[in-house]
T-cell receptor, first 109, second 113 residues
Framework: SQQGEEDPQALSIQEGENATMNCSYK?????LQWYRQNSGRGLVHLIL?????REKHSGRLRVTLDTSKKSSSLLITASRAADTASYFC?????????FGSGTRLSIRP | NAGVTQTPKFQVLKTGQSMTLQCAQD?????MSWYRQDPGMGLRLIHY???????DQGEVPNGYNVSRSTTEDFPLRLLSAAPSQTSVYFC????????????FGSGTQLSVL
């Protein structure tokens, strides 16, 4: 079974709005990462947050991590059409990076 | 700097055939891994390697073999292809093995008839 589960599975918002995706996981981790996948392409790394961090920012991205609840959230502010993609969380522990099932984000013009 | 290169991009096999998916990286990364992605799903880890000569199983290793004779190359072998192995396969690497960010290849779309 997959380590991470994203919520919601699909999200459609208006351009300019903020998008929030959540990830829950099951076991202890060293870090949690978020990736983006455009249709038919490989995954691109967005941001990594370590288990001893609570919040991290990168441009329009904000990631939070709550290890007590085994959950993380990804916030994309001021969404753009180019943000339309699938977003995956991935948990890193020891030698394995395990991916969740993803959130499909659609930005309406 | 090519990054992670996968070949072929597309492949069609008949049930029972064998083949090797190639993966090469030119970043001197210690860690390499193979994932498969089925429609509408996330990636599942097949096998991974923390360095030359060292490989280990991931979540879904059955039906696949790997080897890591050099730092650069990490081929994935399908021993006897089955329709259930129809998927998109991604190779990924990272600078070291303790869960650092992955760099992905562009994927191989495999169909087994």
């Amino acid at each position: 079974s997959q380590q991470g589960e994203e919520d919601p599975q699909a999200l459609s918002i208006q351009e300019g709005e903020n998008a929030t995706m959540n990830c829950s996981y099951k076991t202890s981790i060293n870090n949690l990462q978020w990736y983006r996948q455009n249709s038919g392409r490989g995954l691109v790394h967005l941001i990594l947050i370590r288990s001893n961090e609570r919040e991290k920012h990168s441009g329009r991205l904000r990631v939070t991590l709550d290890t007590s609840k085994k959950s993380s959230s990804l916030l994309i502010t001021a969404s753009r059409a180019a943000d339309t993609a699938s977003y995956f969380c991935a948990t890193g522990s020891a030698s394995k990076i395990i991916f969740g099932s993803g959130t499909r984000l659609s930005i309406r013009p | 700097n090519a990054g992670v290169t996968q070949t072929p991009k597309f492949q069609v096999l008949k049930t029972g055939q064998s083949m090797t998916l190639q993966c090469a990286q030119d970043m001197n990364h210690e860690y390499m891994s193979w994932y498969r992605q089925d429609p509408g799903m996330g990636l599942r880890l097949i096998h991974y390697s923390v360095g030359a000569g060292i490989t280990d199983q991931g979540e879904v290793p059955n039906g696949y073999n790997v080897s890591r004779s050099t730092t650069e190359d990490f081929p994935l072998r399908l021993l006897s292809a089955a329709p259930s192995q129809t998927s998109v396969y991604f190779c990924a690497s990272s600078i070291r093995f303790d869960g650092e960010k992955l760099f992905f290849g562009s994927g191989t779309q495999l169909s087994v008839l």
